[in-house]
């Protein structure tokens, strides 16, 4: 039904910055949020950022004020801008997009893009 496919990442200095960006195609109408989890080596995947499809954006109470999430107007792309990079940001962000079809929520994902940042 959807199908989201993320971009952007790779290796960064600590203190630099980079912009994530995640596509979907599909039934993009269904999509009620979509946002970021990441999850580093050996650790569960958390919640980055999201953001519904009325503008309300959701951060990660530890990531508030560092990294700015946006979605484009036709709805069909999320951004995420991660400033000020620490090597404990070094993960795989993975790309949500939650799918509302009468009562019933199912949540998608793209197949990630790693981070990786030096010391």
């Known amino acids: 039904q959807v199908q989201l496919v993320e971009s952007g990442g790779g290796l960064v200095q600590a203190g630099g910055s980079l912009t994530l960006s995640c596509a979907a195609s599909g039934r993009i109408l269904n999509i009620i949020a979509m946002g970021w989890y990441r999850q580093a080596p050996g650790k569960q995947r958390e919640l980055v950022a999201t953001?519904?499809?009325?503008?309300?954006?959701e951060y990660a109470d530890s990531m508030n004020g560092l990294f700015t999430n946006t979605r484009n107007g036709d709805q069909s792309t999320v951004c995420l801008q991660l400033n000020s990079l620490n090597p404990e940001d070094t993960a795989v962000y993975y790309c949500?997009?939650?799918?509302?079809?009468?009562?019933?929520?199912?949540?998608?994902w793209g197949k990630g893009t790693p981070v990786t940042v030096s010391s």
């Open positions: 949500n997009g939650r799918y509302k079809w009468l009562a019933l929520n199912t949540d998608y």
């Open positions: 953001i519904t499809s009325g503008g309300s954006i």
